[in-house]
């Protein structure tokens, strides 16, 4: 039974494979016969539309003829219609030559008499006849003719022209957009053109051709440019400046900013063109190379990117963006210092006004650098930035902080004097600045209190420029801009630096405020609290009683502590003044705890230092925002020592007992605290485990 089944099968199938063989072979006689039809169809086609010059019609049946399969011809013409099939390959072939020259010359006729219709006419039927590149070759040659006639035109109208003031300035920048737009505007009318009748994947060949001209056109503008700007003389009299401290010529820095303004916005244009370049090719690549082979897609892009980055419109703006860099560096550099020689101070202002025209300089620069759409360039002019701020910008408010603020004693005037001379004996070896005249005491303060200002500003200054970078950043890489991710990260390291910047400033002010404190306060303070040496705590219940109708010390103490500080709260900035305060606070916390373990306490006694502490602790803190409890901690528990009763009552406080307490003094300040109480037995301090 499974033999019969198995041989019942077999004779299926084989009657099914003789079934698919016979249908194949009538489908290649279907396909033969079609072919020999069309063969002959394609020769009478041709030779009425011929007639007709209905070139179209006659490149159709060529075209036709072209996409038959050859192998099927061959075969025909071994069989018995063999010199018909002859003849018809012959005329077609005939019509073929005859139809590549006729469309070839009368495209060439179209082009002399600028005759777009006709010339967009017979570029179609190029890609019928199988000349893709010859059609995209000479259809960019008639494009580049147009292009190039109108470039002409526009630098004559350019160099010659009457523009007002402000259109002159930019030029040069227009003549470059003009001529970078109208190629855009070309590729835009004629894409769709050479993706219908050529296929994708053709564009690049067509904007190779473009690109040709419009780098020849765009030499000329920059050439003009260069030569009607001075744009050469001007970068090598920067550079001799730059190069040598003391140069024989030099240039007015307003005498850059226009050049300097049209120079990035050419570039920008630029940037803006070849990254309509890239968008457009790659798409009609990716439609191209959708089925293509990987080593396919990779020659494409390599092919475009040698087009982008070595066209010659990319070689002559990174010359120009080369001069432009040490030109903006020296721009931002000579203003800078303008500004800091020019530097005022209006009375009831906080800071100078080298602080906002300086930065206003360095924002201009950044920001023209930005326009440019170059990452490198951005990049080059924040480091620049970066240098002139750290260099050139932050010693000179180093320098006025050397001065130090006007001394109070004789010691601090002494010292005062010293750094007053030091300071002018490095500031005429450098030859950087003016040496300032013997200034008053109180001018003297008010330049000290506003250089304090200036450096807080300048970091607040510097952190939000480096905010509205990174924002501005972000949008130019969000369009494409910028090199993607490797752009990023050499934007990233630059900001990185600015930051940097600014906590180099902070830490000039932390540095001024210290002298401040110092040299102002600390002298003032120190004698106001050593008089608490003289006020007797150790007093029994009247003396107690007559200090707390007639307080001894601690009003005192702190009207004087008011009126020191009053005086800098007008020319300080609150964040400056809260940060002295703070430094006031701890002061008085460190000297209070010196005067205190050198007195001494009775029950009493103690219990008016508590008062006298809580009254001085909530006055400070009304003029901070730091924390001061925490100044105060050691204090507070030396208070509390100095109210107990008895001398094991530290017990009830201590270790295990201590709760939420965390004690800030040691074991042994402990004792020395206890041993301030002239009623405590020095046997019992000892005695007490710790």
């Not at 077609?92 to 179209?110: F, N, W, Y």
């Not at 050198?598 to 924390?627: H, I, P």
Request: glycine letters at 4%; charged letters at 25%.
């Amino acid at each position: 039974m499974i033999s019969f089944t198995c041989s019942l099968a077999e004779n299926v199938s084989s009657k099914v494979r003789q079934l698919d063989l016979a249908k194949n072979r009538l489908y290649q006689a279907i396909q033969r016969a079609d072919d020999i039809l069309d063969l002959k169809f394609c020769t009478d086609g041709v030779q009425t539309a011929l007639r007709n010059e209905d070139y179209e019609q006659a490149a159709a049946h060529v075209h036709r003829y072209l996409s038959l399969d050859q192998s099927v011809i061959e075969l025909s013409r071994q069989g018995g219609e063999s010199s018909a099939v002859d003849a018809s390959l012959a005329l077609l072939q005939e019509a073929e030559q005859r139809l590549k020259g006729l469309v070839r010359e009368r495209l060439d006729q179209a082009i002399t008499a600028d005759d777009l219709p006709q010339v967009e006419r017979f570029f179609k039927i190029f890609p019928l006849l199988g000349l893709h590149e010859q059609g995209l070759a000479r259809f960019a040659q008639y494009l580049c003719t147009q292009l190039a006639s109108k470039a002409e035109e526009n630098l004559l109208l350019a160099v010659g022209g009457e523009l007002s003031e402000r259109r002159a300035a930019l030029v040069f920048t227009d003549t470059l957009t003009l001529l970078l737009e109208g190629i855009a505007r070309i590729v835009e009318t004629h894409q769709p053109i050479v993706e219908t009748y050529y296929g994708p994947g053709r564009l690049y060949t067509l904007i190779k051709h473009l690109q040709a001209e419009c780098d020849r056109q765009a030499e000329r503008v920059v050439d003009k440019f260069m030569q009607q700007r001075d744009y050469q003389r001007k970068f090598q009299i920067v550079q001799n400046s730059m190069m040598r401290s003391i140069s024989t010529e030099k240039i007015e820095p307003r005498e850059l900013d226009p050049v300097l303004s049209e120079v990035t916005l050419m570039n920008a244009r630029a940037e803006l063109y070849l990254r309509f370049l890239r968008r457009r090719i790659t798409a009609d690549f990716e439609v191209g190379d959708a089925t293509a082979p990987e080593s396919t897609v990779q020659e494409h892009q390599q092919s475009l990117e040698k087009l982008l980055n070595h066209c010659l419109l990319s070689r002559n703006m990174q010359e120009l963006i080369g001069y432009y860099i040490p030109m903006e560096e020296y721009y931002m550099r000579e203003t800078v210092n303008k500004a800091v020689t020019m530097d005022t101070y209006e009375k009831g202002q906080l800071t100078s006004s080298m602080v906002d025209d300086c930065f206003y300089i360095v924002k201009k620069c950044i920001g023209r650098a930005l326009s440019s759409s170059n990452i490198d360039c951005l990049c080059a002019m924040i480091n620049h930035s970066t240098s002139v701020l750290e260099s050139d910008f932050r010693e000179v408010l180093y320098n006025k902080l050397r001065q130090g603020f006007p001394a109070t004693t004789l010691q601090d005037i002494q010292r005062g004097v010293s750094s007053a001379v030091s300071l002018m004996q490095s500031s005429l070896q450098q030859g950087k600045f003016t040496p300032m005249g013997i200034e008053s005491s109180e001018d003297a303060k008010i330049s000290f209190l506003v250089t304090l200002n200036n450096a807080e500003v300048c970091s607040e200054n510097i952190t939000t420029l480096k905010m509205n970078l990174e924002n501005n950043c972000a949008k130019l890489f969000s369009q494409g801009f910028g090199g993607g991710e490797h752009g990023r990260a050499k934007i990233d390291s630059c900001l990185s630096d600015l930051v940097a910047v600014s906590t180099k400033f902070k830490d000039l002010l932390q540095e001024g405020l210290t002298e401040l404190n110092n040299t102002a306060i600390k002298p003032q303070v120190k004698p106001w609290i050593s008089s608490f040496l003289s006020i007797s705590h150790n007093i029994e219940e009247e003396e107690f009683n007559e200090y707390e109708a007639n307080d001894p010390w601690v009003q005192q103490f702190i009207v004087s502590l008011e009126q020191l500080m009053a005086e800098f709260k007008a020319s300080l900035s609150p964040i400056i003044y809260d940060n002295l305060s703070s430094l006031t606070t701890s002061l008085v916390a460190l000297e209070m705890e010196k005067t205190v373990l050198k007195c001494t306490f009775s029950r009493l006694g103690g219990l008016q230092f508590d008062k006298e502490l809580r009254s001085l602790v909530a006055y400070l803190t009304t003029v901070t925002t730091w924390t001061i409890r925490d100044k105060f901690a050691r204090l507070t528990q030396m208070a509390t020592i100095l109210n107990l009763e008895r001398v094991t009552e530290i017990l009830d406080y201590w270790g295990p007992n201590s709760g939420p307490l965390t004690w800030r003094l040691t074991p042994a300040e402990v004792r020395q605290v206890l041993a301030l109480r002239i009623d405590f037995r020095s046997e019992d301090i000892k005695r007490l485990r710790l």
